[in-house]
């Protein structure tokens, strides 16, 4: 049973860079497209990227279009968010989550998506 891990949140200055990474426990990232997500306190959950489970079709919310980039490794069994110029905007807990098969479901809704990660926080403030 595939299982999700994330890490590399943290707090950063306006304007700054961090790398988020999404491992799997228990199984491997091949075959599934990967989506990460963000959540800030009292607001709902929000699509962020999109990959294809071979990495050749990438897809962003407009609001991090330009200074977010999403790659994965699949011999590594990893999928990365590299994000920069953060904003305090993007603060959050970030969550990857992953599918199999897309059942004709759009990558933009949280119900698009099968298995969830525990998240990591993102904390963008000077």
């Known amino acids: 049973q595939l299982q999700l891990v994330e890490s590399g949140g943290g707090l950063v200055q306006p304007g700054g860079s961090l790398r988020l990474s999404c491992v799997p426990s228990?199984?491997?990232?091949?075959?599934?497209?990967i989506g990460w997500f963000r959540q800030a306190p009292g607001k709902e959950r929000e699509v962020v990227s999109y990959i294809s489970s071979a990495g050749g079709n990438t897809n962003y919310a407009d609001s991090v279009m330009g200074r977010f980039t999403v790659s994965r490794d699949n011999q590594a069994n990893i999928v990365s968010l590299q994000m920069n110029s953060l904003k305090p905007e993007d603060t959050g807990t970030y969550f990857c989550a992953a599918r199999f098969l897309s059942y004709g479901r759009t990558w933009t809704l949280p119900n698009g998506w099968d298995i969830w990660g525990q998240g990591t926080q993102v904390t963008v403030s000077s």
């Open positions: 228990g199984s491997t990232l091949n075959g599934y497209a």
